[in-house]
């Protein structure tokens, strides 16, 4: 069962440059997010989706664009890379159903460091 | 403003103690979920718990929802070295976004062999 899938896994940038991460799932759920998650500050909500073509801010979502034209992809992307992006980015994905009970499904990160 | 405090944070022990780890707010969430989290992945799911005063046991692993839906604990009994790993508490809120959940800093716990 492939479930959340995140590509790459990790990733140097300069500072400028610009990057995607890729998130996939392919349990047809219709909420997905984005977090990251950096030492002693625990998992951060940056964008999340509740279906196709609506996307909505988090608690830190100065740096970054989403866009959700499909259930399964959400793609995260950096405009312009600053080493305060350094972290590891985590995507979730999970039913809508009965709201507040489902559980948030992980991929296993993209480690991102911006030099 | 962080709504979740979980403590302690770091927490060292030897094989076969028991520990507890708590995740306390000053408001009031519809549910809170514990994940733990190894090296390398992602955070998984271990329960949720939704009714106040709610407990709920994972084989040696007691959870439990404070009465006012304050608070959680998480309660590990004869702790292993598989059991080392980050624990995460996360609330979801009532409302019209109660999908959308805030984590705690979690929890980092070593057992030693």
């Known amino acids: 069962n492939a479930g959340v899938t995140q590509t790459p896994k990790f990733q140097v940038l300069k500072t400028g440059q610009s990057m995607t991460l890729q998130c996939a799932q392919d349990m047809n759920h219709e909420y997905m997010s984005w977090y990251r998650q950096d030492p002693g500050m625990g998992l951060r909500l940056i964008h999340y989706s509740v279906g196709a073509g609506i996307t909505d801010q988090g608690e830190v979502p100065n740096g970054y664009n989403v866009s959700r034209s499909t259930t399964e992809d959400f793609p995260l992307r950096l405009l312009s890379a600053a080493p305060s992006q350094t972290s590891v980015y985590f995507c979730?994905?999970?039913?809508?159903?009965?709201?507040?009970?489902?559980?948030?499904?992980f991929g296993d990160g993209t480690r991102l460091s911006i030099l | 403003t962080q709504l979740l405090e979980q403590s302690p944070q770091f927490l060292s022990i030897q094989e076969g103690e028991n520990l507890t780890v708590y995740c306390n707010s000053s408001?009031?969430?519809?549910?809170l979920q514990w994940y733990r989290q190894e090296p390398g992945e992602g955070p998984v799911l271990l329960v949720t718990v939704v009714t106040g005063g709610e407990v709920k046991k994972l084989k040696r692993l007691t959870f439990q929802f404070g009465d006012a839906r304050k608070d959680s604990s998480l309660h590990i009994t004869a702790a292993q070295p598989g059991d080392t790993g980050l624990y995460l508490c996360a609330g979801s809120r009532s409302g019209g976004s109660n999908y959308k959940l805030t984590f705690g800093k979690g929890t980092l716990l070593t057992v030693n062999p």
């Open positions: 979730a994905s999970s039913n809508l159903g009965q709201g507040s009970n489902q559980p948030q499904h």
């Open positions: 408001s009031v969430f519809s549910s």
